[in-house]
């Protein structure tokens, strides 16, 4: 990390995160929801297939978008005192949420449906700790970098963002 960090640099990192944030929820209620009408619908074949999708987004979306946050986003700060409970909550609910997508890959009708919605709830809550108290400590604390944390990895800021120069190039 260079020794002064850029705000501009942190600022459009933060923006960056967050809007790939939001495009996942969306993605996942859509998700969830088709599974729910499936299920409520009586339609054994549909939710075979919402099912399927939603365990297929969740295994090549979700959980890497997760994974990647464990290195560089979480690493530092959960090596400060004002940020390692912090972390290590977010940690833990990674856990639950890989332990809900294998209930759901293996979950059938209403089981599939509930454990569906809590895959849900429970990322919608994470994403807003992430969005509300993670990145914007990272991005104000001196000592870490938000613009650092994030560079090239699509799993933290969508493919749209990855060719993104988050740094500001010096004056000369």
């Known amino acids: 990390m260079n020794m002064q960090k850029d705000d501009r640099s942190e600022r459009r990192a933060l923006e960056a995160v967050e809007h790939h944030h939001a495009d996942m929820i969306t993605r996942l209620k859509a998700l969830v929801a088709a599974l ?21 987004w969740c295994e090549t979306e979700l959980i890497p978008h ?30 639950v949420i890989v332990g809900l997508v294998d ?45 650092d944390a994030v560079e090239g990895l699509h799993e933290l800021v969508g493919e749209a963002h990855i060719h993104s120069d988050y740094r500001t190039k010096p004056a000369i």
């Open 36 to 56: 729910i009408h499936a299920v409520e619908a009586h339609d054994p074949a549909a939710e075979v297939n919402a099912r399927e999708v939603l365990v297929e």
């Open 66 to 95: 997760a994974l990647a946050e464990e290195g560089p986003l979480y690493k530092r700060p959960g090596k400060t005192e004002q940020g390692r409970l912090l972390v290590e909550g977010m940690l833990a609910e990674h856990r």
């Open 103 to 147: 209930e759901l890959r293996r979950a059938q009708g209403v089981s599939a449906a509930v454990a569906a919605g809590a895959v849900q709830h429970i990322f919608a809550l994470h994403l807003d700790k992430e969005n509300r108290l993670l990145m914007p400590f990272i991005a104000l604390s001196p000592e870490l970098s938000l613009a």
